[in-house]
Nanobody, 115 residues
């Protein structure tokens, strides 16, 4: 059974940086698309960034130029580097992977940006 384990988020100040990671366990292959979503209270879940098997990436307009998604060589860990964080980035961040064609989600990690 696939499990996606995310690193801890945290409380940071505006302008700070933070890197999240998400590692898939219980499998050795079969991961295709990897992505990060976020959900703030009262808001719908939104796509933050995604990376395709070939390495191409897409970002939400609100994070372009500040966030960067990447993956490790084994293709089992996805990272989200977040720079110049803003209060509006406060949300629960969830990783998402497609494993053998089936979607899997991480447990979510809270990122709070506040002075």
């Amino acid at each position: 059974q696939v499990q996606l384990v995310e690193s801890e988020g945290g409380l940071v100040q505006p302008g700070d940086s933070l890197r999240l990671s998400c590692t898939a366990s219980g499998i050795s292959a079969g991961i295709t698309h990897m992505a990060w979503y976020r959900q703030a209270p009262g808001n719908q879940r939104e796509l933050v960034a995604r990376i395709a098997p070939g390495g191409s990436t897409d970002y939400a307009d609100s994070v372009k130029g500040r966030f960067s998604i990447s993956k490790d060589k084994a293709g089992k860990t996805v990272y989200l580097r977040m720079n110049d964080l803003k209060p509006e980035d406060t949300a629960v961040y969830l990783c998402h992977m497609v494993v053998f064609g089936r979607p899997s989600w991480g447990q979510g990690t809270q990122v709070t940006v506040s002075s």
